[in-house]
């Protein structure tokens, strides 16, 4: 089984970052996607729910605002709950592992507040995931 989302889309809010009872860092916003019917033509636009934890929910609200267009990878979540009128109800949200700019400094406003450098991207892996290739080493590519 497959559960993977990429997304890309505009938020439609400032991100708040909230902190659980335990200390966990947590924040939920909502971005804007369009959604195509025919060749080139967007019909409609779909808000999507989104949640992020730890690292990733504070990369996202330090550096991303109410308009920024943002990139996603995550798996989608339902949780079913009760209404105040008691009836059951399901509830869509992705959970973002990954965000990164999609947009360049000068399409929208990236730098953090005080004039940080906004970095490129923000996963939760690990930096090990990828090893070094020799600058001289492109005599064994097959291209």
Request: proline content about 3%; cysteine-free.
């Amino acid at each position: 089984m497959f559960n993977l989302v990429v997304l890309t889309g505009r938020l439609t809010a400032d991100p708040e970052l909230k902190t659980t009872p335990n200390g966990v860092s947590v924040t939920s916003f909502s971005i804007a996607v369009g959604r195509r019917y025919r060749s080139g033509e967007t019909a409609e636009t779909d808000f999507i729910n989104l949640v992020a934890w730890r690292q990733t929910a504070e990369f996202i609200t330090k550096y991303f605002h109410k308009g920024s267009m943002i990139g996603i990878e995550g798996s989608i979540q339902t949780r079913r709950y009760t209404d105040k009128e008691g009836h059951n109800r399901t509830a869509f949200e992705v959970v973002v592992n990954n965000a990164q700019f999609v947009e360049s400094k000068r399409d929208g406003n990236t730098s953090a507040p005080g004039g940080q450098e906004a970095p490129a991207s923000f996963s939760n892996t690990t930096g090990n995931d990828f090893t070094e290739v020799a600058a001289d080493a492109d005599d064994d590519l097959p291209f």
